[in-house]
């Protein structure tokens, strides 16, 4: 019975001593890289011509001259084409806008030279 008891004791201890041992942490710094900003976009300018049967020739005219052909090519949309495209390059430059502020705040985020206060 004492050897049981002895031996009882002696697996006990390791767990003994685990109940009083403290784990210190300590926080590491995280280097985290900010991207260099993207090139602002440089747009071209686009002239956009309205042409009707009042205006038709003078246009051709104007496009044979420009082109140096007395055969101009043209590309035209309609006006429900024309509106589509508007709407989408307006949906494209809200999604931009949407997408700059989430990267301000993720770069702002992990800012290591000015944390937030």
Do not use: W
């Amino acid at each position: 019975m004492l050897n049981k008891l002895s031996l009882l004791i002696l697996a006990a201890l390791p767990l003994a001593a685990c109940e009083t041992a403290t784990v210190a942490t300590k926080p590491i710094q995280l280097t985290i890289i900010q991207p260099v900003d993207p090139q602002p976009v440089d747009l071209l300018n686009v002239h956009v011509n309205v042409v009707t049967k009042g205006n038709v020739n003078d246009f051709i005219a104007k496009a044979a001259k420009e082109q140096g052909t007395d055969n101009p090519v043209f590309v035209v949309l309609g006006t429900k084409d024309y509106q589509a495209l508007s709407l989408n390059i307006a949906e494209l430059k809200r999604y931009i806008e949407q997408e700059q502020k989430i990267i301000a705040y993720y770069k702002k985020a992990t800012d290591t030279t000015n944390p937030p206060q």
